[in-house]
Nanobody, 124 residues
């Protein structure tokens, strides 16, 4: 059974930083895209960032470009999301996802497996 477990969420002041981690287990993730999505209260889940298996390709939502960095350590089956210059509008539950993506790296349909989410709260 595939499991994705996020960690690293919490409460931070605006302008601060957090690093989210997502540890994958249960199968090999060779060739698999990893992504981060988020869902704020009352809103639909939205794409944040994605990274290819090799790490050579990364994708970001315009709202986080230049502030967030996605990376992965395949030896540890772990993907990270470094979040800097956080804003109150970044407040959301952040979800890790894994899947083939194809050309759907920015869309939920590109991912087969999801974590349970971790809460990020940014105070003003």
């Amino acid at each position: 059974q595939v499991q994705l477990v996020e960690s690293g969420g919490g409460l931070v002041q605006a302008g601060g930083s957090l690093r989210l981690s997502c540890a994958a287990s249960g199968r090999t993730f060779s060739g698999v895209f990893m992504g981060w999505f988020r869902q704020a209260p009352g809103k639909e889940r939205e794409f944040v960032a994605a990274i290819s298996w090799s790490g050579g390709s990364t994708y970001y939502a315009d709202s986080v470009k230049g502030r967030f960095t996605i990376s992965r350590d395949n030896a540890k089956n772990t993907v990270y999301l470094q979040m800097n210059s956080l804003k109150p509008e970044d407040t959301a539950v952040y979800y890790c996802a894994a899947g083939p993506a194809g050309r759907l790296e920015r869309h939920e349909e590109g991912y087969d497996y999801w974590g349970q989410g971790t809460q990020v709260t940014v105070s003003s």
